[in-house]
Nanobody
Framework: QVQLVESGGGLVQAGASLRLSCAAS????????MGWFRQAPREEREFVAA????????YYADSVKGRFTISRDNAKNMVYLDMKTVKPEDTAVYYC?????????????????WGQGTQVTVSS
């Protein structure tokens, strides 16, 4: 069982930067592909970014590429999402997720464990 706890959300102005953090309880954290997803009001949850178990490979949705950076610290069981130049359309609940098989890093159904989410609100 893996527990994931997100933090770092809040209310920011457009153009600002924000860092989301996700703390994982897994003893074998370095075996998991880690991802960030988000869900805006009245929208489906969507993929944002993912990082391979070693951290050597990263994946991004086109909408955040060049603005967001995912990283992980396996020694601390942490994964981060650095958000720069945020836009009102980035407003959503952001979820951290863990995938043991790494078979479909962009696919929500591939992930085995989810956090409760952290709200990010970007004002214009």
């Amino acid at each position: 069982q893996v527990q994931l706890v997100e933090s770092g959300g809040g209310l920011v102005q457009a153009g600002a930067s924000l860092r989301l953090s996700c703390a994982a309880s897994a003893h074998t954290f370095s075996d998991y592909t880690m991802g960030w997803f988000r869900q805006a009001p009245r929208e489906e949850r969507e993929f944002v970014a993912a990082v391979s178990p070693s951290g050597s490979s990263t994946y991004y949705a086109d909408s955040v590429k060049g603005r967001f950076t995912i990283s992980r610290d396996n020694a601390k069981n942490m994964v981060y999402l650095d958000m720069k130049t945020v836009k009102p359309e980035d407003t959503a609940v952001y979820y951290c997720a863990a995938d043991l098989r790494g078979s479909g890093v962009l696919v929500e159904s591939s992930y085995d464990y989810w956090g409760q989410g952290t709200q990010v609100t970007v004002s214009s």
